[in-house]
DNA sequence: CATAATTATTCCAACGTTGTAATCTTCTCT
DNA sequence: AGAGAAGATTACAACGTTGGAATAATTATG
């Protein structure tokens, strides 16, 4: 039915291997059969058949991306930046999402389209560091996110403590001084969650102030509506507070509008500085002071370091880690300096 | 190296085709016998090789999206949509992010990716009418969107003229009478700007209102920006409204935080709706009256489309053509009856 | 000019699976 | 019990490609 070699041989007259060798490049071709061969591809408009390729060589091309959810801003932009990076490379994504569900995640890592990929990046959010060894799969695999480090596999990430101290500096740096961890899961050591609060705390103690613990705010899950109902609840409670930092931008943006439904001007009466940089705080009233992850180096690096591993030597070299680096986005949400009539 | 059937079929003691039996539930098969190929299916931990399957079947289970950018909100969410979808009946999504590019889209279809996968969903943007004789490829294929209508595939889409409608008339029969039709294309016809327009004249005609050109505001592209900088202009030109029907919410959004920066309250001075019913308006200050455009069922549809077209016989059945059902939901944006300080 | 070295091309086998057809086994009915 | 049908299993070939070894054509070398 469709074209194949043969036919592109039999029209170039040569042999399939010939054919095989022009397409893959191989050396020592002749300029004139060359020519012949690439016209005759031409005229018949033959395309390779990925599968048979597959099947001979050992290589699909293909990498796999797990991610929690696709709906999520976060992961569509990271999702965007990993295929932007693949295609640079001549590789293709497939995208599975997991819910972030722990089952569903070992079932997506252990189930057969493993065998269809090149190698997977794997953004962990279902398993923790206790299952590092579950990930340690034939299929050469790149963590992402920080669920778990010095595992069996190369992780990409990036500066949690770091950026959350800076994010918190810069709130620090405009005169507030009651802030928020908005966000925060309290029995969590590693984890977005509990890296973030550590760096909050760093930034407090740097500053000389104290932690208070009724200003970490538990936020279970990090979607908006979340958000939403935690400050609500905050609010209800009466607690004094002139400054947020929260944990990532959704449930800033899902604060921010339960705040202003109270009355509350931003960033007068309360700044707020989020966490990603997704698209919305350009456009969200008043625009989200964040802080940028890093995501493209983050994608760029994670596909690079896979591609390694997918062409490298079996033998296993050891894990690498790799941070990247951030930026504190300053916008209207902490634009002003001082706060002018503070939330008692 | 991997384990293949061979293997399975030495343990079990049975030829390879038997666990190839098993495997793809062939009737006749004794239950001791599946049972111990299962086992030890089971035991060594055997998974199919889908190049292998993808060759000698022709089938790889794999279909393609082609949308022009994740980080579009409806497109990401589209696009979760048409993968769970798939997933329901076991295929896998490969996504193909065009930019809404002409030359790319075209890249795509005519590229060797298109021998990877059973078939296509391809969301049209950079193509438009008189392009559709070039999407008739070889692989099957189901079109999204309104910029090709009556091509030669298969093609599902959303009512948006009926749509466009019940937004205009949910804003005239809230008292509303100088509309702006928010995101119109000028000259164009079909496509979603040139559909929705013609819902806003039939809505506009059917309450005895005339049409005025000046209220229909060209935006080009429908990003946050472009509505924003669009609102920007007219509130300069200080044409007068008191309802917006935008053509997406993205526009609508930013639209909206321009209206309130210049001191407009929605809805009271402005009533709004838009389209598409992204995750967003669920939690934007006011939230965002919009229209369901019915994407489960758009994804769902057309990727049985897809399937039967892949599953079907051959010879070429005629296109069909399949509409979604949309609902207008009715949000904070435009929940005010009677416009209490209309602009003048 | 013969021979070695190099370059270009071809032949063959194999990757792991499934379709077809053939064979072997078990059951049913007279 | 034996013929025939139905059920269960297997042998073989093929899908389209590429790696490796072998061969053929060309160029360099003494």
Redo the contacts between chains.
């Keep these: 039915m469709?074209i194949t070699m043969r036919d592109v041989a039999q029209a170039a007259d040569v042999s399939i291997k010939t054919v095989s060798n022009v397409i893959n490049e191989h050396p020592n071709i002749k300029p004139g059969t060359r020519e012949r061969v690439l016209l005759a591809i031409e005229n018949l408009g033959y395309?390779?058949?990925?599968?048979?390729r597959?099947?001979r060589s050992g290589r699909?091309d293909?990498i796999s991306l797990i991610i929690p959810?696709?709906?999520n801003?976060y992961f569509?932009?990271l999702?965007?930046a990993v295929?932007?990076a693949a295609s640079k490379r001549g590789k293709?994504?497939?995208?599975?999402?997991s819910g972030g569900l722990r089952e569903r995640e070992l079932e997506i890592l252990h189930?057969?389209?493993?065998?269809?990929v090149d190698g997977v990046l794997y953004s962990v959010l279902g398993l923790s560091q206790q299952d590092a060894d579950l990930i340690d799969i034939?299929t050469p695999i790149v963590l992402l996110g920080e669920r778990i480090f010095n595992g069996p596999a190369d992780h990409v990430t990036m500066q949690n403590i770091e950026a959350s101290q800076a994010a918190t500096e810069h709130l620090l740096e405009r005169g507030r001084n009651r802030l928020l961890a908005f966000g925060a899961h309290r029995n969590e050591v590693i984890g977005s969650a509990g890296l973030r609060l550590e760096g909050y705390r760093r930034a407090l103690q740097k500053a000389g102030l104290e932690y208070r613990d009724e200003l970490a705010i538990d936020v279970q899950s990090w979607h908006?509506?979340d958000g939403?109902q935690a400050m609500r609840k905050v609010l209800e409670s009466g607690l004094a507070f002139d400054g947020v930092v929260a944990f990532n931008d959704s449930i800033a943006?899902?604060a921010m509008?339960i705040m202003?439904?109270a009355g509350l001007k931003i960033p007068e009466d309360v700044a707020i500085i989020g966490f990603d940089d997704i698209?919305?705080t350009?456009?969200?009233?008043p625009t989200l002071s964040t802080i940028d992850p890093g995501r493209r180096e983050i994608a760029e690096t994670a596909v690079a370091m896979l591609l390694e591993r997918i062409d490298g030597p079996a033998v296993a070299t050891p894990a690498r880690e790799f941070e990247a680096g951030f930026k504190v986005i300053c916008r209207e949400s902490t634009a002003i300096p001082t706060a002018s009539g503070v939330v008692t």
């Design positions: 469709a395309q390779p058949n990925l599968s048979a597959g099947l699909t293909v959810d696709l709906k801003a569509a932009e999702a965007d295929m932007t293709v994504v497939i995208i599975e999402q189930g057969p389209r493993m065998r269809m034939p908006r509506a939403a943006l899902g509008r202003q439904d698209d919305e350009r456009y969200s009233l």
